[in-house]
């Protein structure tokens, strides 16, 4: 545990020190790798969904009973708006990686994550007390 969470520390001082969106992606990017996430081919869902921002790259996608990390394949501009909603799937309420897009943003990858995994996330590379 004192081993990850040194590996952590490290990773969000190299994210505060770049850019902040490539940073940011940077950081995720390792996180990925250090808690090695599940990656998933595809995730079920309803019509409707919640995300958080986390970079040009990233999004949290919350549905009712789970959390899932997606990645897309190109930067993204489009996530930072508060209403994003899924474009025309290949499978009705079900995303497809590689297939689907979010906004015209075709999905890379996405992971299953946990609450505490969104928490991590969310506030990677920010300093404590540092709001949203």
């Not at 081919?41 to 919350?62: A, G, N, P």
């Not at 979010?102 to 995994?117: N, S, T, V």
Request: with cysteine.
């Amino acid at each position: 545990m004192k081993k990850l969470m040194s590996v952590l520390m490290i990773l969000l001082l190299a994210a505060c020190a770049s850019q902040p969106d490539t940073s940011a992606t940077d950081a995720v990017d390792d996180f990925i790798v250090v808690s090695e996430l599940e990656e998933l081919d595809s995730v079920r869902m309803r019509e409707q969904f919640h995300h958080t921002y986390l970079s040009e790259r990233y999004i949290i996608l919350r549905t009712r009973n789970a959390n899932y990390l997606v990645r897309f394949r190109k930067r993204c501009r489009e996530l930072n708006k508060r209403d994003v909603t899924p474009d025309v799937r290949f499978e009705r309420n079900t995303l497809h990686a590689g297939f689907d897009t979010i906004r015209g943003c075709r999905i890379d990858r996405m992971y299953a994550i946990d609450k505490g995994q969104v928490e991590e996330l969310v506030h990677l590379g920010k300093a404590p007390g540092e709001e949203d």
